[in-house]
């Protein structure tokens, strides 16, 4: 079965300075990874998907993702954090049962941004 | 186009009732999977349809389950209700016959008292 690890449950940045929200897999075959976010009492956003093609994924608002098979790594960054990204980041994992696919999160990055 | 929707919102129910979550998915999507979402176990797979079909299950006991209409809409039931059931559960879709790459709703927040 494939696996998720998110190294840090919450991560706090000042507005203006780098983000990195790290993720590392486990999979048995060539994955496909995703980022999604959560907002307060919102359901889930898909911010990036990485499925074989580029190693480098580039996402809306600015994140971006590198597929680095040598480490089983998927982080998250963005140059420049923003007020509005303090949310919860969720590094995500296909997992192939039955010839099927599900998704298989992990527990998730609190991303906090202070002015 | 519109986005998956999810109604109710918000439920509160009472332990031993039964409850059913509905689940609109984006126009011309065929998959869509239901998920639990609370603060001690995280998001976990419930289940998901292709095409009225039942493809895969979660690790869930029976009083949990759910069905597909022809129109791809959804829904789950829960039967039995016990206050563990008290969670965020959020509906996925995806135009992909395998399912990835999903496009969730708002979720319902469901209360068990």
């Known amino acids: 079965a494939q696996s998720v690890t998110q190294l840090d449950s919450h991560v706090s940045v000042s507005e203006g300075t780098p983000v990195l929200l790290r993720c590392n897999y486990s999979s048995s075959y060539s994955p496909s990874l995703f980022w999604y976010v959560q907002h307060p009492n919102k359901g889930l956003q898909l911010l990036l998907k990485y499925t074989s093609a580029a190693t480098l994924v580039k996402g809306i608002n600015g994140f971006e993702a590198e597929f680095k098979k040598s480490e089983t790594s998927f982080h998250l960054t963005k140059p420049s954090a923003h007020m509005s990204d303090a949310a919860e980041y969720f590094c995500?994992?296909?997992?192939?049962?039955?010839?099927?696919?599900?998704?298989?999160f992990g527990t998730g990055t609190r991303l906090l941004v202070s002015p | 186009k519109a986005g998956v929707t999810q109604t109710p919102r918000y439920l509160i129910k009472t332990r031993g009732q039964q409850v059913t979550l509905s689940c609109s998915p984006i126009?011309?999507?065929?998959?869509v999977s239901w998920y639990q979402q609370t603060p001690g176990q995280g998001l976990q797979f419930l289940f998901e349809?292709?095409?009225?079909?039942?493809?895969n299950k979660g690790n869930f006991p029976g009083r949990f389950s759910g069905r597909q209409f022809s129109n791809s809409r959804s829904e789950m039931n829960v039967s039995t209700l016990e206050l563990g059931d008290s969670a965020l559960y959020l509906c996925?879709?995806?135009?992909?016959?395998?399912?990835?790459?999903?496009?969730f709703g708002q979720g319902t927040r469901l209360t068990v008292v």
């Open positions: 995500v994992v296909s997992d192939r049962v039955g010839g099927f696919q599900k998704l298989v």
């Open positions: 996925a879709s995806s135009s992909r016959t395998d399912g990835t790459e999903a496009f």
């Open positions: 126009s011309g999507h065929r998959s």
């Open positions: 349809y292709f095409s009225e079909t039942q493809r």
